[in-house]
């Protein structure tokens, strides 16, 4: 099981980005996904999850209204939009996939390898 995440940068607050997330190595259809993110010292954060089905979408009460996160089971693939952009979202942001639901406070089972957001002022 391979996660590969990608996307992340430099931009201004304000502004917006698009992570992507590329599964290969298994069947991505029956897997809930998400993204975490974590800053220097943290703990690492949950941010949203969807749902196998796609029909079901859990955010963050922080980035609900600005971020949303989606997939392409088609092409083993996850996003997620990230408009409106702060400081405060200046994270390392890792995707991540597990059976079974997951939200604040659970490690699912697989895990990309980071993609860094940083959001200047």
């Known amino acids: 099981v391979q996660l590969q995440a990608s996307g992340g940068g430099l931009v201004q607050a304000g502004g917006s980005l698009r992570l992507s997330c590329t599964a290969s190595g298994f069947s991505f259809d029956g897997y809930n996904i998400g993204w975490f993110r974590q800053t220097a010292g943290k703990e690492r954060e949950f941010v949203a999850r969807?749902?196998?089905?796609?029909?079901?979408?859990l955010y963050t009460v922080s980035v609900k209204g600005r971020f949303t996160i989606s997939r392409d089971n088609a092409k083993k693939t996850m996003y997620l939009q990230m408009n409106s952009l702060k400081p405060e979202d200046t994270a390392v942001y890792y995707c991540a996939l597990d059976l079974r639901e997951f939200s604040s406070g659970d490690y699912p089972k697989y895990w990309g390898q980071g993609t860094l957001v940083t959001v200047s002022s």
């Open positions: 969807i749902d196998w089905s796609g029909g079901s979408t």
